[in-house]
Structures are given as C-alpha cells and as structure tokens.
C-alpha cells in the first residue's frame, strides 16, 4: 500500500522559512515523479512544485524563486523548502505522487503565515 506522509508544517511569521516533508512508502520511489499542492480555505488545490525522476523541476509563478523542492531517493523523502513566506502562503500543502494510474494523497500538513 503506497503510503505518503507529511510533516514540518507550523506558524511562521511573514519573511520567514520552513522546510515540509514528505515521507513515501509502498513504492519504489526514485522512479516516480513527485508533487507539491498546498489550498487555501474556500481556494482550489494548486500544483506548488513538481521534481521527476531525474531531479528535473519546476514552480508555479507564486513561488518561483522563493520556493524549492528536492529529494532524497535513499531515504524515500522529497522537501519543500520555503522562503519569503507571505501570508499568502498560508494552506494545507500535500504531497502527491501518481501511482498505477491513481492519484495517491497525503494527508497534508499546515502552514500559517501570520504576525
């Protein structure tokens, strides 16, 4: 059963960093193209990040520049590390990855962008 995990989500204050993370199991993960969403209440899930296989990546406008997501195949882990938080910024980020055909879900982790 693939299985994904988040974790690091806090209050920050604005301009602030924080680094999720996303424990995989269940699958061989350095195969698999893996994602960031993050919604906002009353908003749309949004694709944040995106890393494939082979460390190629890429950021929605929002975050470009700010944001940056890496992985560790050897630890089956993939990072979101943030900077420059706004408030914003602020929402339930998930993990995602796509296996089998099926869109497999975190259950999310929280960041609060707040004075």
């Known amino acids: 059963q693939v299985r994904l995990v988040e974790s690091g989500g806090t209050l920050v204050k604005p301009g602030g960093s924080l680094r999720l993370s996303c424990a995989a199991s269940g699958m061989n993960f350095k195969i698999y193209t893996m994602k960031w969403y993050r919604q906002a209440p009353g908003n749309q899930r949004e694709l944040v990040a995106i890393i494939d296989s082979s460390g190629m990546t890429n950021y929605t406008d929002v975050v470009a520049g700010r944001f940056t997501i890496s992985r560790d195949n050897a630890w089956n882990r993939v990072y979101l590390k943030m900077n420059s938080l706004n408030t914003e910024d602020t929402a339930r980020y998930y993990c995602?990855?796509?296996?089998?055909?099926?869109?497999?879900w975190g259950q999310g982790t929280q960041v609060t962008v707040s004075t």
């Open positions: 995602n990855t796509r296996y089998r055909g099926r869109d497999v």
